[in-house]
């Protein structure tokens, strides 16, 4: 099956600074990534939806002005937390979808802690 | 490893039917277990959440249980209705906050 990855795995950072966190389609091409973050004892709750080559769709909740995501090309998104505070402390997780939007192949996830 | 299977891959009903989609998993040291609708084009939907220490979690027409030592879950949908028609997933989750999702089960609900 279709491969997805994210890089990093795991990230420290302390509070104010920005992180990025990088999904990759490996053997197709995305035209949608979703990004999902999940707290501890919560379920899995979907960021923002976002098209190759044009701008994310934010859930409600979701400041995108903090959680910046970018979709350049069919095989990689970004999703960069600015300023990040303590409270965005969670486990992200992405995923993609070919032009079938049948299926979403997961990424092994991002554990970002803010210290 | 953690594997995650679903049962059945596809399934078919006439709206009105109560119906109940399988889950199994290998390492019952599961932190939770969480049942999500996927519709084409869309991000996933969180139905339900039950942690290692529950046994059933209700929401509406649903319902899910866990059985930790048979390592088994099941997503009870009762008197189904054309717009449950999407592709459920089910994923156990780890303490570090890891997903390990099965494959689905698209369901079709006929009028």
């Known amino acids: 099956g279709a491969v997805v990855s994210q890089h990093p795995s795991r990230v420290i950072c302390k509070s104010g600074t920005s992180v990025k966190i990088e999904c990759r389609s490996l053997?197709?091409?995305?035209?949608?990534m979703f990004w999902y973050r999940q707290f501890p004892k919560q379920s899995l709750m979907l960021m923002a939806t976002s098209n190759e080559g044009s701008k994310a769709t934010y859930e409600q909740g979701v400041e995108k002005d903090k959680f910046l995501i970018n979709h350049a090309s069919l095989t990689l998104s970004t999703l960069t937390v600015t300023s990040a505070h303590p409270e965005d402390s969670s486990f992200y997780i992405c995923?993609?979808?070919?032009?079938?939007?049948?299926?979403?192949?997961f990424g092994p996830g991002t554990r970002l802690l803010v210290l | 490893k953690q594997e995650v299977t679903q049962i059945p891959a596809a399934l078919s009903v006439p709206e009105g039917e109560n119906l109940v989609l399988n889950c199994s998993f290998t390492?019952?040291?599961?932190?939770?277990l969480q049942w999500f609708r996927q519709d084409p084009g869309k991000g996933l939907t969180s139905l339900l959440l039950i942690q290692s220490s529950q046994r059933e979690q209700t929401s509406g027409r649903l319902n899910a249980s866990l059985d930790k030592s048979s390592g088994r879950s099941t997503l009870y949908i009762a008197a189904s209705q054309p717009g449950d028609s999407a592709t459920y997933l089910c994923?156990?989750?780890?303490?570090?906050?890891?997903?390990?999702f099965g494959k689905g089960t698209k369901l079709s609900v006929k009028p």
């Open positions: 995923s993609a979808s070919g032009r079938d939007q049948e299926t979403q192949y």
């Open positions: 390492d019952s040291a599961i932190y939770n």
């Open positions: 994923a156990g989750g780890g303490s570090q906050g890891n997903l390990i």
């Open positions: 053997d197709f091409q995305a035209t949608t």
